[in-house]
């Protein structure tokens, strides 16, 4: 095969500090990620030390407060060290993202009391998050769920089952939106549950097709006593709130589903400069040549996309549609970027002694978590076209 390295990509940043920051994030992924990545993954291992790293480097907490333990970089860096590490291995970039998000909440809309107490330890003191808002019978229908929070005195009582929880059952802490009122999106709070409380268990995780590393796993509520200095913003503002996070969570996503893509491209060209047919290197065929144009154009389109969206929330503009946009686009092209690097690899695609097998099962899972890309379909044409005559 080729021993053609792939090149670094070229990045636009904004600051000496953030061009110092994707140097640090390249050095980790490619010295503690990068190398155990396909072993880890066959064996179904979660890397909880490279998270424990990542907290002590700084890069847990990167669009947070400084104040907090946070790194203080505007979204246009965060999510570019997100596709670094999910580039070197999708269940650390998704995790990350998943972690950010369940941080949200707390960041956001918490008091200034809660944060003083909980912020530092989630943003830089080891500590993995969980976010808590899809049920077995309530996924893209959020508004519906049934976890429920019955007030007792100083307390709230959480009784209730979430599903499809990334870090289910090995979070320190879960942010979690239960009904505390009436049916619909005003009934609904959050709370912010540490992962020890009496009552919390995580079931079995589940059997997946790809990111076999990352536990994802229903998380059953049985009497769960949470304090009311636990409950994060207003009763009933916690839909508000997750919806909110999500916005920011899909470019997350976008962001590690171009890494992903990255790494898939990366390997394609590394396969077919080396692997020589009828006398040349595969890479000479143009119906190759236009495949790997046609992936390299699309990563491009998409980082500009997640790019884009990112630099709207820095200045404080609107961005759902284009975090719906970004979601949309960059995980649909990880799904076609993946399945074009194991045609080019041909049989040995085919084959775990090669990644883009295993990239090509992550990328499926990419077009349906924080919003199926049918939804983003939905969200997009609501902010084109206006709501739904009915």
């Not at 929330?313 to 686009?329: E, I, N, S, T, V």
Request: with cysteine; aromatic share 6%; glycine share 12%.
């Amino acid at each position: 095969m080729s021993d053609r390295d792939p090149q670094p990509v070229e990045r636009q940043l904004p600051t000496e500090e953030a061009r110092d920051l994707i140097s640090l994030v390249r050095e980790i992924a490619q010295r503690e990620i990068a190398p155990k990545a396909a072993e880890e993954e066959d064996a179904g291992r979660f890397p909880r030390e490279v998270f424990t790293l990542l907290s002590e480097s700084g890069l847990l907490g990167l669009p947070y407060d400084v104040e907090y333990g946070g790194g203080d970089q505007p979204y246009e860096v965060y999510l570019q060290v997100l596709e670094e590490l999910a580039m070197a291995r999708l269940t650390v970039g998704l995790g990350v993202s998943v972690h950010t998000l369940a941080s949200y909440a707390l960041a956001a809309y918490g008091t200034k009391q809660q944060q003083v107490e909980h912020l530092s330890a989630v943003l830089g003191g080891g500590l993995l998050g969980a976010y808590c808002l899809s049920e077995p019978a309530s996924g893209s229908d959020a508004a519906s769920l049934r976890t429920k929070a019955v007030r007792d005195g100083d307390d709230w009582v959480i009784n209730g089952t979430k599903a499809w929880i990334t870090h289910g059952g090995i979070a320190d802490f879960y942010t979690v939106m239960a009904r505390t009122g009436g049916e619909g999106s005003h009934g609904i709070t959050a709370f912010l549950v540490p992962g020890d409380a009496e009552g919390l268990s995580g079931a079995v995780p589940e059997k997946k097709m790809g990111m076999k590393g990352s536990p994802t796993a229903q998380v059953h509520f049985d009497d769960v006593r949470v304090p009311d200095e636990r409950r994060l913003g207003e009763e009933g503002q916690g839909f508000a709130i997750a919806l909110s996070a999500l916005d920011s969570g899909r470019l997350g996503i976008a962001a590690c589903a171009i890494g992903l893509a990255q790494a898939a491209l990366d390997e394609a060209v590394a396969y077919a400069t080396g692997r020589r047919q009828f006398g040349h290197p595969i890479s000479d065929f143009q119906g190759l040549r236009f495949m790997i144009a046609d992936m390299a154009t699309q990563i491009e389109a998409g980082r500009a996309l997640y790019l884009a969206a990112a630099r709207l929330r820095d200045a404080g503009r609107p961005f759902a549609k284009q975090a719906a946009m970004a979601k949309l686009h960059c995980t649909d092209t990880a799904m076609k970027v993946t399945t074009d690097a194991v045609q080019i690899l041909g049989g040995y695609g085919y084959t775990a002694d090669f990644p883009v097998e295993r990239y090509m099962r992550e990328a499926k899972v990419l077009q349906i978590v924080e919003g199926t890309n049918q939804i983003q379909r939905m969200v997009i044409a609501r902010h084109v076209a206006g709501p739904e005559s009915r």
